[in-house]
């Protein structure tokens, strides 16, 4: 039998509030990265937007030629360089660059 988890005991959102910690975080630089998107390409299909971590992106209100909604940056100090969003988006329409000052 699997046990509940309490919903009062979930993190909203990982990246705020950490269940645990490692001992040695302090020792580590979290990454930064820079987002690169290419509009045209985009379908509106908002798959970047629910799956980031950090809730980086939101869907803009401009349009691509298609007719699209492309997405924007919403917070740009939050982005952790994991790359999960071009890595899901179906049109290669995002990419990642991780900032100089984050590399070890
Ligand atoms: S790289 Fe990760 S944190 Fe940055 S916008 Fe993409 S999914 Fe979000
Ligand atoms: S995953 Fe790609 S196609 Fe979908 S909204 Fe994001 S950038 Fe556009």
Redesign the pocket.
Known sequence: MVPEISKSHAPDKMSEDYWRKPLDLDKYEIPH?T?HLIKERCKGCEF?IE???????VLSDDFNSKGYHPPK?AETD?????????L?CPEFA?Y?TENESSKK
């Open positions: 990265g987002i970047c799956f980031c971590p950090n809730d980086v992106l940056v939050t982005c952790i360089a994991c790359r999960l969003c071009e899901i995002i990642i």
